[in-house]
Every structure is written in structure tokens, then in C-alpha cells.
């Protein structure tokens, strides 16, 4: 079955990096369009990066120049780095997956097919 296995989140101070990993299987990964997704409390889910089968990126404008999203074809794994983290960063950060791009002209689409448990992310000021 599909799964998506989030890891590296924490607890950083503002100004602080993390690199979070998505372990993924049961599905073909490498034609996938990939990304990452965060959802804090009380407010939406929303969208952070998307990386697409030939590793083109896209970002949320709150965290481009910041944040870096990656692929590992060979290892069937997604990577976030975030660096420069602010108190606004801290989310339940979400793995996703999906045979069809979720991203257009700046807007990321919510109905995404896989999506992982998340690792929580915080950040103190």
C-alpha cells in the first residue's frame, strides 16, 4: 500500500534549520510530483513546495530563499531544508504525492492523492 513516512521535525529556536525526510513506497515514486504541505493550528493547510518528475521547484512565497525541496529518485525519498526558520514556520509539515501536478501559477491544489502523517515543527522565538 501507498505509504508516506515523514521525519526530522523538532524543536528549533528562530533563525534555526531542519531538514525534514519522506520515506516513500508502494507507489511509483519517480513519476510522481512531489511536495511538502503545513497546516498550523487554527488555520488552513497550505501549501509549501512542489517538485515536479524532472525537479523543477516551486515555493509558497513565505518561504522562498529559505526553504529548499529535493528528490532522491534512487532512494524513493523527498527532502525539505528549511533554513532561517520563524515562529510563523511552526506546522504540522505534510509528505504528498500525486501522478498529476498540484501546483499552478502560485496556487497549491489541496486534493493531492497521498499524503503522509506529518512531523510537527516548532519554532520559538
Known amino acids: 500500500q501507498v505509504q508516506l513516512v515523514e521525519s526530522g521535525g523538532g524543536s528549533v529556536q528562530s533563525g534555526g534549520s531542519l531538514r525534514l525526510s519522506c520515506a516513500a513506497s508502494?507507489?511509483?515514486?519517480?513519476?510522481?510530483?512531489l511536495g511538502w504541505f503545513r497546516q498550523a493550528p487554527e488555520k488552513e493547510r497550505e501549501g509549501v513546495a512542489h517538485?515536479?518528475?524532472?525537479?523543477?521547484?516551486n515555493y509558497a512565497e513565505s518561504v522562498k530563499g529559505r526553504f529548499t525541496i529535493s528528490r532522491d529518485n534512487a532512494k524513493n525519498t523527498l527532502y525539505l531544508q528549511m533554513n532561517s526558520l520563524k515562529p510563523e514556520d511552526a506546522a504540522m509539515y505534510y509528505c504528498?504525492?500525486?501522478?498529476?501536478?498540484?501546483?499552478?501559477?502560485?496556487?497549491?491544489?489541496?486534493?493531492?492523492?497521498?499524503w503522509g502523517q506529518g512531523t510537527q515543527v516548532t519554532v520559538s522565538s
Open positions: 504528498v504525492a500525486d501522478p498529476w501536478s498540484f501546483y499552478n501559477g502560485g496556487y497549491f491544489y489541496t486534493s493531492v492523492a497521498y
Open positions: 517538485i515536479d518528475r524532472d525537479g523543477r521547484t
Open positions: 508502494g507507489f511509483a515514486y519517480s513519476s510522481c510530483y
